[in-house]
């Protein structure tokens, strides 16, 4: 299963609303999780089950979606938002990752 | 809390074989409803899935790589393994282990619908194929 995220590049300033979507090539049900990575750190747990928050996780971020489109949602962007996006498919037994979104300082 | 940690050589010969070692500290590999997951990453690029293996037995791989890839378990260390094969500068990366957690929805209700992420990650460990 493909999984595309829209948009690659993203510019943003801080307080800004932002969104990510993940579009995949074949229905996914709500088996989507979406990870944020800072460079050198292991990506970070943020969504899953398409829109349930992981424990610790700051409410600004929100997810939506089923079948094939899905988004990621930042209410109000904080300087520890900067990161690059990653959305990750578990319908079935194998697994697939977008391509990435990388969040940068307008 | 658990923890994981990659191990290995972190230079590898083309056409040699690849081997990782991912230790679980702070509770068991064999316990709960976990699949033990390797993933690696090019610099600069995204993320690709590798393969999981499940104390049950069950191993699942990406099909790209199913035909050079083994994942193993050795529970008696608490540790899970890789071994990539036939190597090329193209599988230069940085390698991650993960603990991937299954759960219902609401817990011990199975009609519930099952949800799945990789809630832990290994630090990750640099990979480099060169002669």
């Known amino acids: 299963i493909q999984l595309t995220q829209s948009p690659s590049f993203l510019s943003a300033s801080v307080g800004d609303r932002v969104t990510i979507t993940c579009r995949a090539s074949?229905?996914?049900?709500?088996?989507l999780a979406w990870y944020q990575q800072t460079p050198g750190k292991a990506p970070k747990l943020l969504i899953y089950?398409?829109?349930t928050l992981q424990s610790g996780v700051p409410s600004r971020f929100s997810g939506s979606g089923s079948g094939t489109e899905f988004t990621l949602t930042i209410s109000s962007l904080q300087p520890e938002d900067f990161a690059t996006y990653y959305c990750q498919q578990l319908n079935g037994d194998l697994y697939s990752f977008g391509q990435g979104t990388k969040l940068d300082i307008k | 809390q658990v923890q994981l940690q990659e191990s290995g050589p972190g230079l590898v010969k083309p056409s040699q074989t690849l081997s990782l070692t991912c230790t679980v500290t702070?509770?068991?590999?064999?316990?709960?409803?976990?699949?033990w997951n390797w993933i690696r990453q090019p610099a600069g690029k995204g993320l690709e899935w590798i393969g999981r293996?499940?104390?049950?037995?069950?191993?699942n791989y990406n099909p790209s790589l199913k035909s050079r890839t083994i994942i193993s378990l050795d529970s008696s260390k608490n540790q899970f393994s890789l071994k990539l094969s036939s190597v090329t500068a193209a599988d230069t990366a940085v390698y991650f282990c993960?603990?991937?957690?299954?759960?219902?929805?609401?817990?011990?209700?199975?009609?519930?619908?099952?949800?799945?992420?990789?809630?832990?990650w290994g630090q990750g460990t640099m990979v480099a194929v060169s002669s």
């Open positions: 293996f499940y104390t049950s037995g069950s191993i």
């Open positions: 089950a398409a829109s």
């Open positions: 074949q229905g996914i049900s709500r088996y």
């Open positions: 702070g509770g068991s590999i064999s316990s709960g409803t976990y699949y």
């Open positions: 993960a603990r991937e957690r299954q759960r219902h929805a609401i817990l011990g209700v199975p009609s519930t619908p099952l949800l799945k992420f990789f809630d832990i």
